[in-house]
């Protein structure tokens, strides 16, 4: 079953609000207190978590060879309790809580590259779900590095109703954040984007995540194993006169520290391939941080 056909919009709206409640009365303490137990109970009893977690491993395990990693239900269990933690960091994100002294990059070159090409033409981030990119946020939400510009999130239309629902609803300050629909894309808001890009704006958009309108996808090798990517998001970066990178967020303890590789080819099947790379550098990292509990593989 693909991400898309998962049914449980409803549900990840009335999660992330009731979330938003408990962090404002308790505290994140006691909110990964409560995560550590729903995420137990619903372990338990959904069948379909375990099985792509349990797959994951598999692939995992045979690719490294690494004991640690064998599809086993105590990491299933970690793997999942590392997302519900993932979104307690989100929440703090958008609340501007989390702290930008606890984000660093893992170079300071690559940062000050980054920040540079962020200034000079913009940047289009091509995101993944490995890790956690929504906490670049509390990043750019800061003092620390202000932007000239916008940063343009792209989103399936299903999901922007529910964040901006969840934004009017709990009046959280997104200046200079633009929630755009993927499916509405044309050369109208292509322009746009291409104008906030050059005042030194960001674009975000993920490489590993196909819509469900049929768009033309590739088949690549990731761990041995196929996946696909869709090619809509890749096209879409290459026709931006920006600077094109890949980013992930990865948990280490308390912290989060930004990996960056910054795209030099303007062709698309081989930003796949370098994208692909980033994605089983990234993975085998931070192999809990594998956000995609579905059919990713083909």
């Known amino acids: 079953m693909q991400w898309y056909k998962i049914k449980e919009k409803s549900a990840g ?14 505290g994140k303490k006691v909110l990964n207190i409560i995560a550590f137990f729903v995420s137990f109970f619903t372990f338990i009893g ?19 060879k690494n004991e640690k990693l064998k599809p086993t239900v105590i990491n299933s269990l970690k793997h999942v309790l590392s997302y519900s933690y ?17 984000i660093e990059f893992f170079s300071e070159e690559d940062k000050n590259t980054y920040l540079n090409d962020i200034n000079n033409k913009g940047v289009f981030v091509l995101c ?51 929630i755009c629909p993927v ?11 291409d104008e906030d890009l050059k005042k ?10 196909v819509s469900d309108n049929n768009a033309k996808c590739s088949d690549m090798d990731f761990l041995n194993k196929k996946i696909r990517l869709p090619e809509g998001a890749f096209r879409f970066a290459k026709i931006m006169d920006t600077n094109i990178y890949f980013v992930s967020a990865l948990k280490e303890k308390n912290k989060y520290k930004i990996y960056l590789h910054k795209e030099e080819s303007r062709d698309i099947k081989q930003i796949q391939k370098d994208f692909v790379v ?3 550098k990234m993975t085998l990292l931070a192999p809990y941080q594998f956000y995609n509990f579905f059919d990713f593989f083909v």
Do not use: W
């Open 13 to 26: 709206k009335f999660r992330l609000i009731l979330s938003l409640y408990l962090y404002k009365i308790f």
């Open 46 to 64: 959904n069948k379909d978590l375990r099985k792509y977690s349990k797959n994951y491993f598999k692939i995992l395990y045979d690719y490294t």
């Open 86 to 102: 993932s979104l307690v960091d989100k929440i703090e994100a958008y609340l501007q809580n989390f702290k930008s002294e606890n």
């Open 128 to 178: 993944n779900h490995i890790g956690n990119i929504d906490i670049l946020r509390s990043l750019f939400s800061s003092n620390k590095y202000p932007l000239k510009s916008n940063v343009s999130v792209f989103l399936q239309k299903n999901h922007c109703k529910i964040f901006n629902e969840f934004i009017d609803k709990f009046k959280i300050n997104i200046e200079k954040i633009k």
């Open 183 to 193: 499916e509405e894309i044309d050369i109208s808001s292509a322009n746009i984007l």
């Open 200 to 209: 030194g704006g960001i674009a975000f958009m993920a490489g590993d995540r």
């Open 278 to 280: 980033f994605l089983e």
